[in-house]
Nanobody, 115 residues
C-alpha cells in the first residue's frame, strides 16, 4: 500500500520561500515520474511540477522560474523549493506519481501566502 506524507508548508509573506518535502512508502520515487500538485479552495487540483526517473523536470507556466522540484533517491523523498511566492500560490500541496489510476493521496501540506 502506498503512503505519502507531505510536509514543510506554512504561512509566508509574498516574496518569501518554502521548501516542501514528500516521503513515501510502498513506492520507489526514482522509478516513477513524481509530481507536486496543488488544490486551492474552490478549484481543481493542478499539477505544478514533475520529475521523471531520468531526472527531467517540467513546470506549469504559473510557477516556472520560481519553483524547483528535486529528488533524493537514497531517502525516497521529493522536494519542492518555492521561491518568490505569490498569494495565488496559496493551496494545499500534494505529491503523487503521475499515474492515471493513482488514488492513495496523502493529507497534503497547506501553503498560505499573505500579501
Amino acid at each position: 500500500q502506498v503512503q505519502l506524507v507531505e510536509s514543510g508548508g506554512g504561512l509566508v509573506q509574498a516574496g518569501g520561500s518554502l521548501r516542501l518535502s514528500c516521503g513515501g512508502s510502498g513506492i520507489i520515487f526514482m522509478f516513477n515520474t513524481m509530481g507536486w500538485y496543488r488544490q486551492a479552495p474552490g478549484k481543481q487540483r493542478e499539477l505544478v511540477a514533475h520529475i521523471t526517473p531520468a531526472g527531467r523536470t517540467n513546470y506549469a507556466d504559473s510557477v516556472k522560474g520560481r519553483f524547483t522540484i528535486s529528488r533524493d533517491n537514497a531517502k525516497n523523498t521529493v522536494f519542492l523549493q518555492m521561491n518568490s511566492l505569490k498569494p495565488e500560490d496559496t493551496a494545499v500541496y500534494y505529491c503523487a506519481p503521475l499515474l492515471t489510476s493513482f488514488n492513495s493521496w496523502g493529507q497534503g501540506t497547506q501553503v498560505t501566502v499573505s500579501s
